[in-house]
């Protein structure tokens, strides 16, 4: 028993959820005081003395399905593409399909078996023959067939079967990667491709689609998205905007750990002095305890002195994607201020702190990385907006205020009205402006950065991951 | 005490109780007594996990002893104290004594020596604070120990409980340890304001309660408030998943909507359709514009 939840816990682990020994030896254990035979008290047994947090749950559904049930995932629908007639392929324009057999599909890594479950995979993709489909779940599954019946009930199978899954999962990958640079060979050689070619592209990646369902995707896609140190580093150089249009998906679960991080770290931080000076009366009071005595002193709790800020987030085009991860940053540090003031510009100031303020800390990020911000998109006009703000919001600004602007400075070649920010400069404790732009972007086509820089504390530019988190980790 | 037996067992008795546990708690709660590991319940707040330590403890006939987190608090209020005051009273009142003691002394060292011998008097247990955790301890037939939103308590204090989950054992530099004669059921409950160290959660059960199915919901309400009718029950589910469906700061969770099913018992409500309805809702929403937003959507106008 101890061999198999070892076994079991190394799958958990190669999903990146931390399982300790003391862990798996208290799994072993529990299991033993309860009836192994039931499912349900099995499972819910290895997930409370396995899995200490509620966002792994999820994970540990997935790996728990793989591993004790062999059979159960893949037998999903076996005849999927014989039952829907409809979406054979259309008989696809030659040239195409010609040209697609000549594509390369790099399997670097990959051993004689990889290979030949890749081979097949292609073969499904350009034939649709749901034999192929077979042939794919025998190979990642039934080679498993003339094992003994008692090896097979071991964490051994399991383990060989998720490795074989892995495979043909990752097989899937690099064909769907072929496809889409011969997608995009294509696109490029005719920009404008006919209706028949699009409807033979859709229908492969369909049958990648099915394939992969077949192949319990979930495993490669989620639970091993594991992060090595060095692809971190390449993570932190990501330029914000491109993650955001291209992978958002990756965006959010990044933006999820540098957040979790952050709250950590700044409570550390909060906590670190929380004595203050003696304070002589509480300890004379006391000292009463004790005769008279000063056996305990007293401390005052130092007060926070902790500021207003108020974020300006331009939300037009290229500039949200900035401001998104931005707010979403903010809002794990919500703490180090009172209070916390967010408004949405294009031409014109609207208030968005209410939503901003309300959420718990996952749900703001999806919120922020997904709802529109702003009611109508328009093109922006940072005079007009920064006027309107003066007008209605402007009195939000003292000496303990810290405006942060979020935006490119890209006017549109509209009144810049910069004396406005001179002026808040002047009120507010500081002004901050972050620009998604990199520095020599300044001042290129309708850009006012130089309009605005000498009237900014600091205005820098931040658009990769990496900037933005430096940025943010220093901020208080 | 008396130990459930199988987590059908536990399940039937907190039923009896009206706490109707699902498969995963009820498992999960009867290896927390089996085994004796500390059960870390997470989930938000208003699901019932202080209900449910408060549960364990009358299935297993134990004393529930609770010991509430907070910022700042420290061993001297969760564990133990010596009574200075005390000691202090029990000195001036027996000042006679002391002096006795000291009379036939020559010199300060020497009174002092004369003293120290008698000091076991002062720092026993007579003279000792029992905090819950201390407590738990010195129940003899055990106890379900609640540590309450030990989120909210300091990183000090975590490390602190850590050596006491450990081994259920506490050293009194001047009594000696105190070892659990039978080690308590350990409750700890979180909501989830920050994470808890890995080393916490590495020797606890974890479990999450998350808001219930509305079929659960509906048995949970009809266990607690029996004196609801059924059509009454049924309307309140329905309204309370509209509820749910809005955009709220915090949505009610099972307490609240069992203290809103009963207000309406006690306003003697026989349908939600009155005008009343409007007034009940400050007990199932505890934000004024949650309570603004749910009257605009759903409540007739009065």
Known sequence: ?476 | MTQPDSPDTLQRQLAEQRYIADDTVATVAFLAIAMRRPLLIEGPAGVGKTELARQLAAACELPLIRLQCYEGLDESKALYEWAYARQLLYIQLLKEKVDALTDGATGLREAIEALARHEDAFFSERFLLHRPLLQALQTPEGAVLLIDEVDKSDPEFEAFLLEFLADFAVTIPELGTVRAATPPVVVLTSNDQRDLSDALKRRCLYLYIDYPAPELEESIIAARVPEAGESLRREAMAFIREVRALDLRKPPGISESIDWVRSLGALKLETLAGPRLRYTLSALLKHHGDLRRAIDALTPAP
């Not at chain 1, 999927?80 to 696809?92: E, L, R």
């Not at chain 1, 294509?186 to 369902?213: F, I, M, S």
């Not at chain 1, 291209?246 to 990044?254: A, I, P, W």
């Not at chain 1, 550390?268 to 002193?297: E, F, H, M, W, Y």
């Open chain 1, 1 to 476: 028993m101890k061999r198999l939840m070892a076994d079991f816990a190394a799958t958990l682990r190669s999903a990146e959820v931390p399982v300790s020994t003391a862990e798996v030896l208290d799994a072993a254990r529990a299991v033993e005081t309860l009836d192994p035979l039931q499912r349900d008290l099995f499972r819910i047994t290895l997930r409370a003395t396995l899995i200490k947090s509620q966002r792994h749950h999820a994970v540990f559904e997935r790996c728990f399905a793989l591993f004790f049930d062999p059979e159960g995932a893949p037998a999903v629908a076996i005849d999927a593409p014989a039952q829907a007639p409809d979406d054979a392929p259309p008989s696809p324009p030659e040239e195409l399909e010609r040209r697609w057999r000549q594509q390369e599909v790099l399997s670097e890594g990959a051993d004689a078996a990889e290979e030949q479950l890749q081979e097949a995979l292609r073969e499904m993709l350009d034939r649709g023959d749901p034999r192929a489909l077979e042939l794919i779940r025998g190979l990642a599954t039934g080679a498993l067939r003339d094992v003994p019946q008692e090896a097979r009930e071991g964490a051994f199978t399991g383990l060989l079967l998720l490795g074989r899954r892995l495979q043909a999962a990752r097989a899937v990958g690099r064909l769907r990667e072929a496809l889409r640079r011969f997608a995009e060979a294509t696109a490029a050689e005719r920009p404008a491709l006919e209706e028949d070619a699009q409807r033979w592209l859709a229908a492969r990646e369909r049958r990648l689609d099915e394939a992969e369902a077949l192949l319990v995707d979930d495993v490669r896609a989620r639970a091993t998205r594991t992060f090595t140190a060095a692809e971190r580093q390449g993570l932190r150089g990501r330029n914000i905007v491109e993650l955001y249009l291209r992978d958002r998906e990756l965006l959010v679960e990044v933006m999820q750990r540098f957040v979790r991080k952050l709250a950590t770290v700044h409570s550390r931080r909060l906590r670190r002095r929380r004595r203050g000076q003696l304070d002589i009366k509480r300890t004379l009071r006391a000292s009463l305890r004790t005769g008279g005595a000063p056996v305990r002193l007293e401390h005052r709790r130092p007060k926070r002195r902790k500021g207003d800020l108020v974020i300006l987030c331009d939300v037009s085009g290229s500039v949200r994607a900035m401001a998104q991860a931005t707010l979403a940053m903010i809002h794990a540090l919500a703490g180090l201020w009172d209070h916390i003031r967010v408004f949405a510009f294009t031409d014109d100031v609207e208030e968005i702190s209410e939503r901003f303020a309300h959420h718990d800390p996952e749900e703001v990020l999806r919120w922020v990385m997904e709802a529109p911000l702003f009611s109508a998109p328009r093109p922006s006009n940072y005079g007009r907006a920064f006027r309107r703000f003066e007008q209605r919001y402007g009195r939000l600004l003292g000496s303990r205020t810290t405006l942060m602007v979020l935006g490119d400075a890209r006017n549109n070649g509209h009144l810049t009205e910069h004396h406005l920010v001179e002026g808040w400069q002047r009120r507010a404790r500081r002004v901050l402006w972050l620009n998604p732009e990199p520095a020599t972007a300044w001042d290129t086509g309708d850009s006012e950065a130089s309009a605005y820089r000498p009237f900014c504390t600091e205005f820098r530019a931040c658009t990769t991951l990496g900037q933005l988190e430096e940025f943010v980790a220093q901020l208080r």
